[in-house]
């Protein structure tokens, strides 16, 4: 039986989330929660049917987080807290397209998207993003809110924090340590640790 589901976020990422849930054919998409003034719209074949302040109305369902994460995470982490201090149900949502090793531990409200890999001895927080094509190498662990886009590469045995973003095609060379709220750049490979919270490019 399919798992009653509604979105919170109704933009580009949860056009892409839409797709990875609708293949999965786990959950049934009762609708999206976005701005008031959006509602009554549709975000592909899915209306938008309320906002954050309506989470109240759906207790019996589950929830993802479809607001995407590039600069901040801080849209993504507050909806977050809001859902756990309400005791709602977070959903795990994994494309059957990605390989996530039976030895991997993915938090709630963790979405792993088409063609990802997470091998073994990864551990991925809650409330992440694993883009399209992402790959987490062995005994990598990744924290909280953070989002691995398209393309990374986390290699073997590297530790990221929370609110961490990881830009496309961006590379962690082994056993790299990456601290808290950290932006790295699109295409940078990374073969020292980072120690300060900020943006990193090129």
């Not at 209306?47 to 801080?74: H, M, N, P, R, Y």
């Not at 551990?123 to 190498?137: F, P």
């Amino acid at each position: 039986m399919k798992k009653d589901l509604i979105l919170i976020g109704g933009g580009g990422h949860c056009k892409s989330c839409i797709d990875v849930i609708e293949y999965t054919e786990e959950f049934n998409i009762i609708g999206i929660l976005d701005k008031k003034e959006l509602t009554g719209n549709k975000i592909l074949s899915y209306d938008i049917i309320g906002t954050d302040e309506d989470i109240l109305k759906f207790k019996k369902c589950s929830f993802l987080i479809t607001v995407g994460q590039i600069k901040s995470s801080a849209v993504r982490r507050n909806i977050y807290h809001n859902l756990v201090a309400n005791e709602l149900n977070l959903a795990t949502v994994i494309s059957p397209r990605a390989y996530v090793s039976k030895h991997a531990s993915i938090g709630k409200g963790t979405i792993v998207m088409h063609d990802a890999m997470i091998n073994s001895a990864v551990t991925v927080g809650y409330n992440c993003i694993i883009n399209t094509k992402a790959l987490i190498e062995h005994d990598t662990v990744v924290g909280n809110h953070c989002h691995i886009s398209t393309a990374a590469v986390l290699n073997g045995n590297c530790k990221i924090g929370d609110d961490v973003f990881m830009g496309s095609n961006a590379t962690l060379a082994n056993q790299i340590i990456v601290t808290d709220e950290v932006i790295v750049g699109a295409g940078i490979t990374v073969i020292k640790n980072i120690n300060s919270k900020g943006i990193y490019t090129g």
